[in-house]
């Protein structure tokens, strides 16, 4: 096996034994005869527009099986194969209905039949760096690979609430087309990849516009970090619906519903809210979760990214909904909770109310504006000296304490956004507030990268200049590829000087990483001392 798409990468360099994550070598090999399908199934697509079709199965399926190859999304073995098998059906509907015979490669790929052969056949079509080719070119596709990966998540999550933008769609075709194609340069792969960013922006876009449409846009909510007596679920992942689902299924039963991970952010929705039994938040990031999980005394539900390898002491405890998977573990079809809910009634549930801190969420583009007239005085006023962005995905590495003393660090006269699983590492600090606007805001969710960058260009327009130009600084982690597609979407917007951390890709070679300093002063992080001397220095 060859793996290096997320940041964990075995010595960052790429696993070849088994993967960081959990991931043996015969799923590796079954998501890469997966992703060699999905380029063969998307080169049948563009060749059916051509022709005026469009078939919204394929385009949704892209979607899952793009979101099904995300790191720590699906280790099963045998759905993975139904996916591979699936995906070569739906292209040989397309071949018939555009009569057309692609050359041979993904476009002609056969499966075999046995699932251990399948795995077997994944092996020689891995994506991975060969002699002879240019280690630039290759780097470009990978770049472009994981972005595309973290587009289809979330344009899957998207379309599960009704959203939907065929250039979308159109475009994940292109970019699984190009990872395959050996007449593109760097020239061409760069372009690709920034307008991968353009289009993940537009799915964050829908996504935005589908949770706020359904949920109402967030607003300010305290959060308990304590648990109530009684029977307990404990959800984690991304996907709100199956959240509002569980919580209209769980009405009435006593139980009480936790959120988890990235969950969090779902308190400050409306729609969400209203639900008196979604009580509080229990547990940090996904990296925690073998030793949260274990202690949480009722079911658990994990509806997306990141899983990890379940232990013995709450495997039967846990669940998992749309393209999460690991063998042996009850999955969730069709969006009915009964079996969740059965196991968290005949387990112990919490014994008695436990006393908790408690956090705020709810700072999202529509909270933060509603205030933008006090923000731009303050900022005039030289009560606010300048923001950071502090976020993004969180993980095991060492050296993610970085995040966390840089922000018991930032001075008093500055404020800190937070978004995704990042946040963990201070969510729970009290840092004050300036003229009644709290220091630490959370933005809530990875895909709420979109409401951030909302806030910074209404900000950019009240103070007439451009985004670069604001005293706003961003500092970010990455994990997994979620995390690529939205830091593509940084660079398409032409924001300059990001930190990145812990450790810059395996993926990015040498010329492509000076492509990026030239163009947009991206930087690895360096100390906390170091980087904030830097800033607000310049600042």
């Keep these: 096996m060859f793996c290096y798409q997320c940041e964990q990468t075995a010595k ?41 079709i469009i078939d919204r199965a394929v385009d949704v399926f892209v979607c899952k099986g793009l979101f099904s190859t995300v790191t720590n999304v699906n280790f099963d073995p045998d759905r993975l194969s139904e996916y591979v098998r699936r995906c070569v059906e739906l292209r040989e509907g397309l071949r018939a209905k555009t009569g057309a015979d692609l050359p041979e490669g993904p476009a002609t790929f056969v499966p075999a039949a046995a699932v251990t052969d399948l795995a077997a056949q994944g092996e020689t079509l891995g994506f991975k760096p060969a002699p002879g080719v240019d280690q630039d070119v290759f780097s470009l596709q990978s770049v472009l690979l994981f972005g595309l990966r973290g587009v289809g998540a979330y344009a899957d999550h998207a379309q599960i609430l009704g959203k939907e933008d065929d250039a979308v769609y159109a475009f994940l075709h292109e970019g699984l087309v190009a990872t395959m194609r050996t007449d593109l340069g760097v020239e061409a792969l760069v372009g690709l990849v920034l307008k991968c960013g353009a289009i993940n922006l537009r799915a964050m876009e829908l996504l935005d516009a589908a949770h706020t449409g359904r949920y109402g846009h967030p607003v300010p909510t305290r959060v308990p970090l304590g648990a109530k007596k009684g029977k307990a679920i404990l959800v984690s992942g991304h996907d709100l619906k199956d959240l509002e689902g569980l919580l209209e299924q769980t ?43 274990a202690a949480f005394p009722g079911s658990i539900l994990m509806t997306t990214n990141c899983l990890q390898k379940p232990a013995w002491s709450y495997a039967d405890n846990l669940f998992t909904s749309g393209v ?3 063998p042996g573990v009850t999955h969730i079809a069709g969006g009915d909770f009964a079996p969740v809910i059965e196991r968290a009634l005949a387990l112990a549930g919490f014994e008695a109310d436990r006393a908790g801190k408690s956090v705020t969420v709810g700072f999202a583009r529509n909270a933060v504006l509603g205030v933008a007239d006090q923000i731009v005085e303050a900022v005039k006023g030289k009560a606010i000296r300048h923001f950071f962005l502090v976020g993004g995905c969180d993980g095991a590495r060492l050296g993610r304490d970085y995040y966390t003393e840089f922000v018991e660090k930032v001075p008093a006269d500055c404020v800190v956004l937070t978004l995704a699983c990042g946040k963990f ?57 979620k995390a690529v597609a939205i830091l593509l979407t940084l660079l398409h917007l032409g924001i300059k000087d990001i930190r990145l951390g812990p ?16 163009n947009f002063d991206i930087k690895p992080i360096g100390s906390a001392d170091a980087d904030l001397e830097a800033i607000l220095g310049a600042a």
């Design 251 to 293: 009405a009435g039963t006593g139980i009480h519903v936790y959120t988890h991970g990235e969950m969090l952010p779902a308190h400050g929705y409306p729609e969400l809210k209203k639900h008196r039994h979604l009580y509080g938040h229990y547990g940090t990031a996904w990296q925690n979760q073998v030793r949260e999980f």
């Design 12 to 52: 960052g360099e790429g696993c070849t034994v088994s993967g960081v994550c959990g991931k043996q070598p015969d799923v590796a090999a079954l998501q890469d005869a997966l992703t060699y399908a999905l380029a063969g199934l998307s080169a049948y697509a563009l060749e059916a527009r051509k022709n005026g």
């Design 425 to 481: 590492r201070f969510f729970d600090q009290d840092l004050g507030a300036i003229g009644g606007i709290p220091r630490l805001l959370d933005v809530g969710q990875c895909n709420d990268a979109y409401s951030a960058v909302q806030i910074a260009l209404a900000l950019a327009k009240a103070f007439d200049c451009g985004v670069n130009d604001l005293p706003l600084s961003l500092v970010l982690s990455w994990f997994e590829q």
């Design 324 to 326: 999460v998977g690991w």
């Design 503 to 518: 450790t810059l890709p395996a993926f990015i070679t040498p010329n492509v990483l000076k492509v990026l300093v030239e």
